[in-house]
Nanobody, 127 residues
């Protein structure tokens, strides 16, 4: 099975930055480097939403409109890790952030199809 472990959450003032990390265990017959990866978030009282996604070869990235220009998703295949660099944070970014994977290499921007999740890491932005 897939295991996803997030880290890097915390509390920050508006305008600040955080960097989230997610370490991914390798699936027996489908290595990490072959999978679509994404970050999601869920704010209190709201549905979980896709924030950013990245294709296996880093050729394609996808962002929610609300984070374009402020968040950057990246991956280091050698370390089985993906990252979410978050800059100019706003109070609306307060949420639990989840790492997720989709065991395929195409249409990585299909946020509604991700089916493996980490436990999440809390991000709190104070104004």
């Amino acid at each position: 099975q897939v295991q996803l472990v997030e880290s890097g959450g915390g509390s920050v003032q508006a305008g600040g930055s955080l960097r989230l990390s997610c370490v991914v265990s390798k699936v027996s017959d489908n290595t990490y480097s072959s999978n679509c990866m994404a970050w999601f978030r869920q704010a209190p009282g709201k549905a979980r939403e896709g924030v950013a996604a990245i294709s296996p070869g880093r050729l394609s990235v996808y962002y929610a409109d609300s984070v374009k220009g402020r968040f950057t998703i990246s991956r280091d295949n050698a370390k089985d890790t993906i990252y979410l660099e978050m800059n100019n944070l706003k109070s609306d970014d307060t949420a639990i952030y989840y790492c997720a994977t989709l065991l395929r290499t195409w249409r990585c921007g299909a946020f509604n199809e991700y089916n493996y999740w980490g436990q999440g890491t809390q991000v709190t932005v104070s104004s």
